[in-house]
């Protein structure tokens, strides 16, 4: 069984600055991929980053990046140069192995004020 | 732009109506999936199919049932609606690699009064 934890239920940051939000998860299997969403308030959901779990690499988007540490199963967001705009909950779910369905955490509500 | 519909985005339903959520894909997708959300924001996935004629009970219980006649359509039907029933619904699909993650719709917040 998969399972993913975000300890964090609401975080706070100001405009402009960066913000960490932590994911850790567990898996027994090889094959995995990791992700990062965004719900933002009364709107859709959409995906802001992906990590697949053979690439060494941190994945990147823009402002967004992770940092994926796989030994000790952290799979953490950063948000550089913070947008009102990324005012939203923010999910963290796994892809293992045969599954065919992600598992979500509980989501980490961040509010960026000015 | 949304490649996932999700209709109504708002209903207000008395106790004991029948409804459907209805929810199409443009995509192609074969595996679509329903959640619930709570207050909390949490997710629980309640159904979800694997293509044509393939639906399966998530893992949270629920007095919901679900139909894929079409590949691109999976809507979800509550015969008889109760104030237990009042909560956000998303749907979502896959297609391809699972390294893809969901698309999403953008929901359905349902209100039993």
């Known amino acids: 069984a998969q399972t993913v934890t975000q300890s964090q239920p609401e975080m706070s940051v100001q405009e402009a600055e960066t913000v960490t939000l932590s994911c850790t998860y567990d898996?027994?299997?090889?094959?995995?991929?990791l992700f990062w969403y965004k719900q933002p308030p009364s709107r859709q959901m959409i995906l802001v980053i992906r990590q697949e779990a053979y690439k060494q690499q941190n994945a990147t988007e823009n402002r967004f990046s992770v940092n994926f540490q796989k030994a000790a199963k952290s799979f953490s967001l950063k948000i550089s140069d913070s947008q009102l705009g990324d005012t939203a909950m923010y999910f963290c779910?796994?892809?293992?192995?045969?599954?065919?369905?992600?598992?979500f955490g509980t989501g980490t509500r961040l509010q960026v004020t000015l | 732009e949304a490649d996932i519909y999700q209709t109504p985005r708002y209903l207000v339903i008395g106790t004991g109506k029948k409804i459907t959520l209805e929810c199409s894909q443009t995509?192609?997708?074969?595996?679509m999936y329903w959640y619930q959300q709570d207050p909390g924001m949490e997710l629980h996935l309640i159904h979800y199919s694997y293509g044509v004629n393939s639906t399966e009970k998530g893992d949270l219980s629920s007095e919901s049932t679900v139909s894929r006649i079409r590949t691109e359509h999976f809507p979800l039907t509550l015969e008889s609606a109760r104030p237990s029933h009042t909560s956000q619904y998303l749907c979502?699909?896959?297609?391809?690699?699972?390294?893809?993650?969901?698309?999403f719709g953008s929901g359905t917040r349902l209100t039993v009064v």
């Open positions: 995509m192609g997708h074969d595996k």
């Open positions: 898996t027994s299997e090889n094959n995995y991929y």
């Open positions: 979502a699909s896959r297609g391809g690699a699972r390294g893809y993650g969901y698309t």
């Open positions: 779910a796994l892809y293992a192995g045969t599954a065919s369905k992600l598992t």
